[in-house]
């Protein structure tokens, strides 16, 4: 087993076997240059669809996010035990509540441990000061990363730790361009995309660069834009129909290898970075969200674009009657899929629109 299917299966092992300090964190907003640069082993923790989270419902909203519910399930259950530390980024509502819930929880049960959470609350609306307190959050984010580890994180660390995240950032890119070009699945490439936030960054450019070409699909190429997906069993389901997904616009797709860390004082470039090149659902004007979608659509070079969004989703539905438009004035059709259940989806509804909507594109009979 290569190291890319070994993260895959066994999400935490190489975190548990790394020796050092373990932080974990959500999301693709998270600077994840400091946690190395501290001397610690930076562990993306991602929601798990076969998560039974009966007890982290008992706590938290019936309306949470499934893959919130998920990761407070992993928490409350001892999945995440390994972690000495847990970062959160203010970039979604329900992330921010998930970080509430898990103070409230230690405050009301302090014999049970749990990682300990660290808000970093970065904000993404693109004015002067939002810049200024962002660069107060990183000053602190440094500090707390210090003193989890002991270790002080100096620029030159900082420096090194940006190179070797953007060496991992530029391998995943030409990936992806082997995906566009059809050398690659898009289950490949959510399988890479994952992986690299799971293991060393050393181990992950070893293995990043020897993926085998495969016969991708070679039906209607189609944009995925939406919520993220935390496993590839749509991107399979697509696949199987005969579609080539070559774009994957959301915060488990290309969002993660996009813009790469600026070179002159680190943190300065990571405060740039993190506060206006790494997108979340809180990006802020609306209209850099639709320039972002439109230049996805032209770099996977897109024939059509599926819109895919959770049942507990509150924001990106609200997105959807614009870029929908925007879209058309393009000439690229949409398939809206709202309300997705996260634990337990429909598959063979989703079959079914698929089917349908690549069948009016013009590609032939599908076989399903």
Same mark, same amino acid.
């Given at each position: 087993?290569?190291?890319?299917?070994?993260?895959?299966?066994?999400?935490?092992?190489?975190? /548990?076997?790394?020796?050092?300090?373990?932080?974990?964190?959500?999301?693709?907003?998270? =600077?994840?240059?400091?946690?190395?640069?501290?001397?610690?082993?930076?562990?993306?923790?991602?929601?798990?669809?076969?998560?039974?989270?009966?007890?982290?419902?008992?706590?938290?909203?019936?309306?949470?996010? %499934?893959?919130?519910?998920?990761?407070? #399930?992993?928490? @409350?259950?001892? /999945?995440?035990?390994?972690?000495?530390?847990?970062?959160?980024?203010?970039?979604?509502?329900?992330?921010?509540?998930?970080?509430?819930?898990?103070?409230?929880?230690?405050?009301?049960?302090?014999?049970?441990?749990?990682?300990?959470?660290?808000?970093?609350?970065?904000?993404?609306?693109?004015?002067?000061?939002?810049?200024?307190?962002?660069?107060?959050?990183?000053?602190?984010?440094?500090?707390?990363?210090?003193?989890?580890?002991?270790?002080?994180?100096?620029?030159?660390?900082?420096?090194?730790?940006?190179?070797?995240?953007?060496?991992?950032?530029?391998?995943?890119?030409?990936?992806?361009?082997?995906?566009?070009?059809?050398?690659?699945?898009?289950?490949?490439?959510?399988?890479?995309?994952?992986?690299?936030?799971?293991?060393? =960054?050393?181990?992950?450019?070893?293995?990043?660069?020897?993926? *085998?070409?495969?016969?991708?699909? &070679?039906?209607?190429?189609?944009?995925?834009?939406?919520?993220?997906?935390?496993?590839?069993?749509?991107?399979?389901?697509?696949?199987?129909? %005969? %579609?080539?997904?070559?774009? &994957?616009?959301?915060?488990?797709?290309?969002?993660?290898?996009?813009? *790469?860390?600026?070179?002159?004082? =680190?943190?300065?470039?990571?405060?740039?970075?993190?506060?206006?090149?790494?997108?979340?659902?809180?990006?802020?004007?609306?209209?850099?969200?639709?320039?972002?979608?439109?230049?996805?659509?032209?770099?996977?070079?897109? /024939?059509?674009?599926?819109?895919?969004?959770?049942?507990?989703?509150?924001?990106?539905?609200?997105?959807?009657?614009? #870029?929908?438009?925007?879209?058309?004035?393009?000439?690229?059709?949409?398939?809206?899929?709202? %309300?997705? &259940?996260?634990?337990? *989806?429909?598959?063979?509804? #989703?079959?079914?629109?698929?089917?349908?909507?690549?069948?009016? @594109?013009?590609?032939?009979?599908?076989?399903?």
């Amino acid at each position: 087993m290569n190291a890319i299917d070994a993260a895959i299966a066994n999400p935490t092992a190489a975190a /548990r076997n790394s020796g050092l300090p373990v932080v974990g964190y959500l999301a693709n907003t998270s =600077p994840v240059e400091m946690i190395r640069a501290a001397g610690a082993f930076a562990q993306q923790v991602n929601g798990s669809p076969s998560d039974d989270t009966a007890d982290a419902l008992a706590l938290m909203e019936d309306f949470t996010d %499934g893959w919130i519910l998920s990761v407070f #399930q992993q928490l @409350l259950d001892g /999945r995440l035990d390994h972690l000495d530390a847990l970062i959160v980024p203010r970039s979604s509502e329900s992330m921010l509540q998930l970080y509430y819930q898990i103070q409230d929880f230690i405050r009301l049960n302090p014999s049970r441990k749990l990682p300990q959470p660290i808000l970093f609350d970065i904000l993404h609306t693109p004015y002067p000061a939002t810049a200024k307190y962002n660069m107060g959050r990183m000053v602190a984010m440094r500090d707390r990363m210090a003193m989890l580890t002991g270790m002080a994180v100096t620029d030159d660390a900082l420096s090194a730790a940006i190179v070797e995240a953007n060496a991992v950032r530029n391998c995943l890119a030409k990936q992806n361009t082997r995906r566009i070009a059809g050398e690659i699945a898009a289950s490949t490439m959510w399988q890479l995309t994952r992986a690299s936030t799971l293991i060393a =960054p050393d181990d992950f450019l070893a293995a990043c660069t020897d993926v *085998p070409s495969m016969a991708a699909p &070679d039906g209607p190429r189609l944009l995925l834009t939406g919520s993220p997906h935390d496993t590839e069993a749509f991107h399979r389901l697509v696949e199987s129909l %005969g %579609g080539a997904i070559t774009g &994957d616009d959301h915060m488990a797709g290309d969002w993660w290898f996009l813009d *790469p860390v600026s070179a002159g004082d =680190p943190m300065q470039a990571l405060v740039d970075k993190y506060h206006l090149h790494a997108p979340s659902p809180r990006s802020f004007p609306h209209e850099v969200c639709d320039a972002r979608l439109m230049a996805a659509a032209r770099r996977s070079r897109a /024939r059509a674009v599926i819109f895919f969004t959770d049942a507990r989703d509150d924001v990106l539905g609200f997105d959807y009657p614009t #870029q929908r438009d925007l879209l058309a004035e393009h000439g690229l059709p949409v398939l809206f899929m709202p %309300g997705q &259940d996260y634990r337990e *989806p429909e598959r063979a509804a #989703q079959q079914a629109q698929v089917i349908e909507f690549m069948s009016s @594109l013009g590609v032939g009979e599908i076989v399903a």
